[in-house]
């Protein structure tokens, strides 16, 4: 594939419409104008790495190898400094937008070939110029019904599977590009349009199978996540019934005996023994029901999930403060509650654990109702230290579900019109849920 100076000239506006497509389907980082000057800088190494290639390698056989290189480290680059994916899942968008621009190209090759063209340079000059067309076309289209989906499978896929697929997408991209010579002296409908077509089906179908191969994992991930959301929930509600059941079963033991202690405090008053009388209702007080857990809100879901942590938080010395109000019956589902509330108390505890100062562990929960919204406002102490990827801020677990917790929890805020919130200090982190019941 000899490339010259000229062809990457006219090909900069297709260069420059493959950049708009990584902003689309990447997370930019940093502002326009950086990834405007970037972008520059960048392609400017390009021109003038092609200049130097052509004065003094034009015609050996690592022309082009050189020239490949140079163009992939140089945008490489770009989409390292602008974007805040993981750089394999950078690469393997890089890749796979110059994969589909070539297919693009192929296709507007063989429809101005369909005309009878006998100057080349016309020909090649009205397939760019209709390749063009078509990608400024798509650009809507990824916007709209394209850019979220492609950006939350980023999120879910892991950097291992990215990287299998990737290699993929380059090999596919180096056989189209070495085996079509895009800017040697011939009309590329001249390589055989069934060869060519074959291509670009097995090519595309490969694409939605990998795509859906990834969709499936995913969901499937998430459902077992959910189930054991589920079996956990059902879990705590149990302890909470078996809590109740004991509550239950000691009252009705304290309401057996109460008249027998209030004759024996009663005979003690006749006898005027105040003192004794003082003593053995302190006893009474701190051994009867009086000492078992309150109720922390109305929603049975909630109390009992908090309940649970409630008992680890001391269990592990963390001050455990909650100002619930949640009524019983609330328009949002207990399974999306208890996803909520779940991880992110979870979360909390783990972070409290980890604390330089573990004399200064605390959890301050607070959930309230302002008019439709249900709002939530987590606060713990932790050691400062987050680990983010790009914006996404994944907690330190090491199972499967790492960083999907929070990822479903900002899901469902999404799907009751509200939003996910997260601040942190140096020694406080804070999550903020806005839940609409309406």
């Given at each position: 594939m000899e490339v010259t100076m000229n062809y990457i000239l006219s090909s900069s506006l297709i260069t420059l419409i493959n950049i708009v497509y990584y902003h689309l389907l990447l997370t930019r980082k940093r502002s326009i104008k950086y990834s405007v000057f970037t972008y520059i800088i960048n392609y400017s190494m390009v021109l003038f790495g092609t200049y130097l290639c052509d004065t003094f390698l034009k015609g050996t056989i690592f022309y082009k190898y050189i020239i490949f290189i140079l163009v992939c480290t140089t945008f490489i680059i770009y989409i390292f400094l602008v974007f805040e994916e993981s750089i394999s899942k950078k690469i393997f968008t890089m890749f796979t937008v110059w994969l589909f621009s070539i297919i693009i190209l192929i296709i507007s090759s063989y429809i101005i070939g369909l005309f009878s063209i006998k100057n080349f340079n016309i020909y090649k000059y009205l397939s760019t110029l209709l390749r063009t067309f078509i990608q400024f076309l798509i650009m809507p289209i990824i916007y709209l019904y394209f850019q979220s989906k492609y950006k939350e499978m980023l999120k879910l896929v892991t950097n291992r599977v990215i990287n299998i697929i990737s290699v993929y997408s380059i090999i596919i991209f180096l056989f189209l590009a070495n085996y079509y010579e895009f800017n040697a002296n011939k009309p590329i409908n001249s390589y055989g349009i069934f060869n060519t077509l074959m291509f670009i089906i097995i090519i595309i179908l490969s694409y939605v199978i990998i795509f859906i191969a990834i969709w499936s994992v995913n969901r499937n991930v998430e459902l077992e996540y959910k189930f054991?959301?589920?079996?956990?929930?059902?879990?705590?509600?149990?302890?909470?019934?078996?809590?109740?059941?004991?509550?239950?079963?000691?009252?009705?033991?304290?309401?057996?005996?109460?008249?027998?202690?209030?004759?024996?405090?009663?005979?003690?008053?006749?006898?005027?023994?105040?003192?004794?009388?003082?003593?053995?209702?302190?006893?009474?007080?701190?051994?009867?029901?009086?000492?078992?857990?309150?109720?922390?809100?109305?929603?049975?879901?909630?109390?009992?999930?908090?309940?649970?942590?409630?008992?680890?938080?001391?269990?592990?010395?963390?001050?455990?403060?909650?100002?619930?109000?949640?009524?019983?019956?609330?328009?949002?589902?207990?399974?999306?509650?208890?996803?909520?509330?779940?991880?992110?108390?979870?979360?909390?505890?783990?972070?409290?654990?980890?604390?330089?100062?573990?004399?200064?562990?605390?959890?301050?929960?607070?959930?309230?109702i302002k008019g439709f919204n249900l709002l939530i406002r987590i606060k713990n102490s932790f050691n400062g230290q987050v680990i983010k990827e790009g914006k996404i801020i994944k907690t330190s677990k090491k199972s499967q579900e790492h960083g999907i917790g929070l990822s479903n929890v900002r899901k469902i805020a999404e799907k009751y019109n509200g939003f996910f919130d997260v601040k942190y200090t140096d020694s406080e982190f804070q999550v903020s849920i806005i839940m609409n019941f309406n």
């Amino acid at each position: 594939m000899e490339v010259t100076m000229n062809y990457i000239l006219s090909s900069s506006l297709i260069t420059l419409i493959n950049i708009v497509y990584y902003h689309l389907l990447l997370t930019r980082k940093r502002s326009i104008k950086y990834s405007v000057f970037t972008y520059i800088i960048n392609y400017s190494m390009v021109l003038f790495g092609t200049y130097l290639c052509d004065t003094f390698l034009k015609g050996t056989i690592f022309y082009k190898y050189i020239i490949f290189i140079l163009v992939c480290t140089t945008f490489i680059i770009y989409i390292f400094l602008v974007f805040e994916e993981s750089i394999s899942k950078k690469i393997f968008t890089m890749f796979t937008v110059w994969l589909f621009s070539i297919i693009i190209l192929i296709i507007s090759s063989y429809i101005i070939g369909l005309f009878s063209i006998k100057n080349f340079n016309i020909y090649k000059y009205l397939s760019t110029l209709l390749r063009t067309f078509i990608q400024f076309l798509i650009m809507p289209i990824i916007y709209l019904y394209f850019q979220s989906k492609y950006k939350e499978m980023l999120k879910l896929v892991t950097n291992r599977v990215i990287n299998i697929i990737s290699v993929y997408s380059i090999i596919i991209f180096l056989f189209l590009a070495n085996y079509y010579e895009f800017n040697a002296n011939k009309p590329i409908n001249s390589y055989g349009i069934f060869n060519t077509l074959m291509f670009i089906i097995i090519i595309i179908l490969s694409y939605v199978i990998i795509f859906i191969a990834i969709w499936s994992v995913n969901r499937n991930v998430e459902l077992e996540y959910k189930f054991k959301i589920i079996d956990t929930q059902i879990e705590l509600q149990k302890q909470n019934y078996k809590t109740l059941n004991n509550s239950i079963e000691k009252y009705y033991a304290f309401k057996h005996d109460i008249r027998h202690h209030l004759l024996a405090i009663k005979s003690m008053m006749d006898a005027e023994n105040y003192i004794a009388a003082s003593e053995y209702f302190d006893k009474f007080s701190k051994t009867e029901i009086c000492q078992n857990v309150d109720m922390l809100c109305k929603n049975f879901t909630v109390d009992s999930i908090l309940k649970y942590y409630m008992s680890i938080a001391m269990n592990n010395n963390i001050e455990f403060k909650v100002n619930l109000n949640i009524p019983e019956n609330i328009n949002i589902d207990n399974l999306d509650l208890s996803v909520v509330i779940g991880n992110c108390v979870e979360n909390a505890i783990e972070a409290c654990n980890e604390t330089i100062d573990k004399s200064q562990k605390y959890i301050n929960i607070k959930v309230e109702i302002k008019g439709f919204n249900l709002l939530i406002r987590i606060k713990n102490s932790f050691n400062g230290q987050v680990i983010k990827e790009g914006k996404i801020i994944k907690t330190s677990k090491k199972s499967q579900e790492h960083g999907i917790g929070l990822s479903n929890v900002r899901k469902i805020a999404e799907k009751y019109n509200g939003f996910f919130d997260v601040k942190y200090t140096d020694s406080e982190f804070q999550v903020s849920i806005i839940m609409n019941f309406n």
